[in-house]
């Protein structure tokens, strides 16, 4: 890979790192904010495969109402997990823990269907295993290797699609779709683990987003929104992330009504149905313990962005993980660089939620509307 | 004391307890937003003390530039607490751990000083000991009990006061002052623990709010603000917390100027000399597991005044704590009852933050400006 090398240290935090925001004027009027200040920029897509050395794939199935989403790096990827909600279904993370022996996963995957949900790895690990990819302990012929696939999932078993599926849950042959559907491109909206979620009262689906910084780090953010909570305000159909909208990304529609009365929620606060998974990409090489405190810091995205989130009733989780294909600075300046970094992930997780609702389109047949019928 | 029979189901989630919202035309105009919604309002204080059978004390050193805040519950309060900052100064937080014996705290101390600070509680621990107050495995003279006292302070190290107290730094002796202050009413702004403190470039402090819900839950919050992260938006006087701000509480700005461009903090991001603080109060009666989830919700309220938080540099600590005046639902809708507390902790723990800043004084010879000379 090209690895550049990358100054992230203390003057880039308070003198070239920091660059002129959103003007009053624009961000009151609510639209037409223009580009995003110099220096900085989303990337080409505006979504988590901007970083370089990753893959999207998704695969949904209309019937039943769900789906399954795989971010696949091109090599193994240090990764890290942040699980904050009451409500998680997850396997694999318990090996994202800084004490634990492997450093590197080969994919993250993301589906529907809460617990039945989890056999979408069985079908990457297999599909993979065939290929053999993954951590090897022993390499050699009749040996595989254990693909590390940390997986969670939402819940969006009662969302009226056909649920009838016995003793055979699809989610195995929609994580093989996935992964052989992976590539730089997909859909953002009622697509992957999102096409059956809702958030807040409204569809909720998939989101991703990208930032650059001048400097030429990229982070981005893939997000599954099936939240509690409500990306927009109540009575409003402004965003909680619009403080950090690029370029219209979500309909440019300003800040002047985000405003919540106590205890008013909107259509949100219908809870046992939820789960809002995320996952953060770099490319500058860091170590887990450093992707833990960017996912940590990646979560107050997430409560930005939905209101209220990290409830008993969510399944709240943030993974993180690096391509590596820049080097950093050295140590004395690590924890600034990681400070630089962890407060991008929040805003470009925000971002990410908020075009998952703005882009989800409704189901058919089903009585919740999506943010666009509003 | 008054023990009421709560209703905290999910009829008053989705119905009764979901009550109108400020209206656009006031919250767009940022001013006059005129009382809270019907049914709910904040207590007559506006501060944590609305909760019954709560009292705080501060005590403060101008020469030194410190000063400490003691939380101090009548009787002794079930208590949890979530560490989430990347360099906290703490003690007495295992004590809290679910799986472990003590349920009840006598105190939640917050100090300035870093490291030095964790005296404070030594000096309430004393006092306590010698009024025969604290967790007594046995009872019998001669044997004093063991005051639990978690506590956490934040780092005024480098704000240019005279801390040159060699072998005898002031702590001790604050907390003693600060549990003989303790009462219902008490300062917000450059006070107690957040008397030193420094935020996001501007003065910190000392901030608290409360909220009761109309069926008749308190939730209270207390904040000493000392945060990397700004509590306004770049080039702004106004607060990130203004979409839940109450009866012109911190100013009555409006969030029209809420925006912030990528890698835009303001005045922030100067590291190494952070922490925000808080602890949660209500007096609907829970458990310590119940409570861990409340300060769990809690830190959205921050990450949502404060951007960025929970950075490497900040030592975020949120405790929670139950006064039990009330007695709450039965076991089925208790997560729906922890849902509707954790989010009204967030939202108050939001508006404290903003109190906080706007109610702090700046420094007789310090360059660091207030937000009310801005």
Same mark, same amino acid.
């Given at each position: 890979?090209?690895? /550049?090398?990358?100054?992230?240290?203390?003057?880039?935090?308070?003198?070239?790192?920091?660059? +002129?925001?959103?003007?009053?004027?624009?961000?009151?009027?609510?639209?037409?904010?223009?580009?995003? +200040?110099?220096?900085?920029?989303?990337?080409?897509?505006?979504?988590?495969?901007?970083?370089?050395?990753?893959?999207?794939?998704?695969?949904?199935?209309?019937?039943? /109402?769900?789906?399954?989403?795989?971010?696949?790096?091109?090599?193994?990827?240090?990764?890290?997990?942040?699980?904050?909600?009451?409500? +998680?279904?997850?396997?694999?993370?318990?090996?994202?823990?800084?004490?634990?022996?492997?450093?590197?996963? @080969?994919?993250?995957?993301?589906?529907?269907?809460?617990?039945y949900g989890l056999a979408s790895a069985d079908g990457v690990a297999a599909w993979m295993g065939a290929r053999n990819r993954g951590f090897a302990l022993r390499e050699a012929p009749g040996i595989p290797p254990s693909p590390i696939l940390p997986t969670a999932c939402l819940y969006d078993l009662a969302n009226g699609g056909d649920k009838a599926w016995g003793e055979e849950p699809p989610y195995r042959k929609l994580g093989v779709e996935a992964v052989e559907a992976a590539g730089p491109e997909f859909a953002l909206g009622t697509a992957g683990a999102g096409y059956g979620a809702n958030s807040g009262g409204l569809k909720g689906g998939l989101g991703s987003a990208s930032a650059m910084s001048r400097d030429g780090m990229t982070v981005g953010a893939l997000v599954a929104v099936n939240s509690l909570g409500s990306a927009v305000a109540p009575d409003s159909r402004q965003f909680w992330a619009a403080p950090w909208e690029w370029n219209d990304e979500f309909g440019g529609l300003g800040t002047d009504e985000l405003a919540a009365g106590p205890e008013n929620y909107g259509r949100a606060m219908r809870p046992r149905a939820n789960t809002t998974l995320a996952c953060i990409a770099t490319d500058v090489a860091l170590? /887990?313990?450093?992707?833990?405190?960017?996912?940590?810091?990646?979560?107050?995205?997430?409560?930005?962005?939905?209101?209220?989130?990290?409830?008993?009733?969510?399944? @709240?989780?943030?993974?993180a993980l690096s391509t590596a294909d820049q080097e950093s600075a050295g140590d004395t300046l690590r924890a600034v660089l990681v400070t630089r970094l962890g407060a991008m992930a929040a805003d470009v997780l925000a971002r990410a939620i908020a075009r998952a609702v703005y882009e989800a389109t409704a189901l058919a047949g089903s009585d919740v509307p999506a943010w666009r019928d509003l």
């Amino acid at each position: 890979m090209n690895r /550049r090398k990358l100054l992230g240290g203390l003057a880039a935090v308070t003198a070239s790192g920091i660059v +002129p925001g959103v003007s009053r004027s624009s961000a009151a009027a609510g639209q037409d904010a223009g580009p995003a +200040p110099t220096g900085m920029r989303a990337g080409s897509r505006n979504l988590i495969t901007d970083v370089a050395g990753l893959k999207v794939g998704h695969a949904s199935d209309p019937a039943v /109402r769900t789906g399954v989403t795989i971010i696949l790096p091109d090599a193994p990827a240090v990764a890290a997990v942040d699980v904050r909600g009451g409500g +998680p279904a997850s396997r694999e993370t318990d090996v994202l823990l800084p004490e634990n022996l492997v450093q590197e996963v @080969d994919g993250i995957v993301l589906s529907g269907g809460s617990v039945y949900g989890l056999a979408s790895a069985d079908g990457v690990a297999a599909w993979m295993g065939a290929r053999n990819r993954g951590f090897a302990l022993r390499e050699a012929p009749g040996i595989p290797p254990s693909p590390i696939l940390p997986t969670a999932c939402l819940y969006d078993l009662a969302n009226g699609g056909d649920k009838a599926w016995g003793e055979e849950p699809p989610y195995r042959k929609l994580g093989v779709e996935a992964v052989e559907a992976a590539g730089p491109e997909f859909a953002l909206g009622t697509a992957g683990a999102g096409y059956g979620a809702n958030s807040g009262g409204l569809k909720g689906g998939l989101g991703s987003a990208s930032a650059m910084s001048r400097d030429g780090m990229t982070v981005g953010a893939l997000v599954a929104v099936n939240s509690l909570g409500s990306a927009v305000a109540p009575d409003s159909r402004q965003f909680w992330a619009a403080p950090w909208e690029w370029n219209d990304e979500f309909g440019g529609l300003g800040t002047d009504e985000l405003a919540a009365g106590p205890e008013n929620y909107g259509r949100a606060m219908r809870p046992r149905a939820n789960t809002t998974l995320a996952c953060i990409a770099t490319d500058v090489a860091l170590s /887990r313990v450093e992707l833990k405190r960017i996912a940590i810091m990646a979560q107050d995205g997430l409560g930005r962005a939905l209101r209220p989130a990290h409830a008993p009733f969510d399944g @709240d989780i943030v993974f993180a993980l690096s391509t590596a294909d820049q080097e950093s600075a050295g140590d004395t300046l690590r924890a600034v660089l990681v400070t630089r970094l962890g407060a991008m992930a929040a805003d470009v997780l925000a971002r990410a939620i908020a075009r998952a609702v703005y882009e989800a389109t409704a189901l058919a047949g089903s009585d919740v509307p999506a943010w666009r019928d509003l």
